[in-house]
């Protein structure tokens, strides 16, 4: 069966700060990922997706970025935290069909920026 | 652009009590997901709609879709505590992205 693992599970980093979030998943080959923030009144919001190694699509412009160094990893990083950056970020991972497939959550990280 | 949105955003019902959360969507999407989430935890996949007039059940859950409405509605039967955390619809962008809605929370009271 498939699992998706996440860390850390908590973070507090200063302003300023660089950030590097870790997202794998096992029991599955060439997964499409997907990094998610989730913020208080600003809902769920898609960061970032990939559908291979080094494909990353960016939803939204911002300080951060993600890589896919191998097919199961994903990760979100930024080089200077802000505060708008504290929230629950949220991978996940579906095979197949992009667009109709289902997407599955992992664990998440909370990140408070001070 | 496609938007969601879910009413109520809160909710409190007595346990035993039926009642409905809807999801409402701006553009066309011929899919739709449901998901829950309890406190600090991550969500949990409760139902994949995919095409007009789609049922599915699941204990006291039943979700459905009316894509010429672009409506979903998830049905709570006879509400027990168990049940209470925030449900999230989604509906699936062009791209493969999903777009959430902001969420209703549920508490079932006894």
């Known amino acids: 069966s498939q699992t998706i693992h996440q860390w850390p599970a908590t973070l507090v980093q200063p302003v300023g700060s660089p950030l590097s979030l870790e997202c794998t998943v096992e029991?599955?080959?060439?997964?499409?990922l997907y990094w998610y923030r989730q913020a208080a009144g600003r809902g769920l919001q898609l960061l970032f997706y990939s559908v291979g190694i080094g494909q990353i699509s960016s939803e939204v412009p911002q300080n951060l970025s993600a890589s896919r160094p191998q097919d199961r990893q994903f990760i979100l990083s930024s080089k200077k935290l802000l505060l708008s950056d504290s929230g629950f970020y949220l991978c996940a991972w579906s095979v197949g069909d992009i667009l109709t497939d289902t997407q599955y959550f992992g664990p998440g990280t909370r990140l408070t920026v001070l | 652009e496609l938007k969601v949105e879910q009413n109520p955003l809160f909710l409190s019902m007595q346990e035993g009590k039926n009642y409905t959360i809807y999801c409402n969507y701006s553009t066309t999407s011929d899919r739709l997901y449901w998901y829950r989430q309890d406190p600090g935890k991550s969500l949990e996949s409760l139902f994949v709609?995919?095409?007009?007039?789609a049922v599915k059940q699941e204990g006291r859950l039943m979700a459905s879709l009316d894509t010429k409405a672009r409506l979903s509605t998830l049905h709570i039967t006879a509400a027990v505590h168990d049940l209470s955390a925030t449900y999230f619809c989604a509906v699936g962008g062009s791209q493969g992205n999903l777009i959430f809605g902001k969420g209703t929370k549920l508490s079932v009271k006894p």
């Open positions: 029991g599955t080959s060439n997964p499409n």
């Open positions: 709609l995919l095409s007009n007039g």
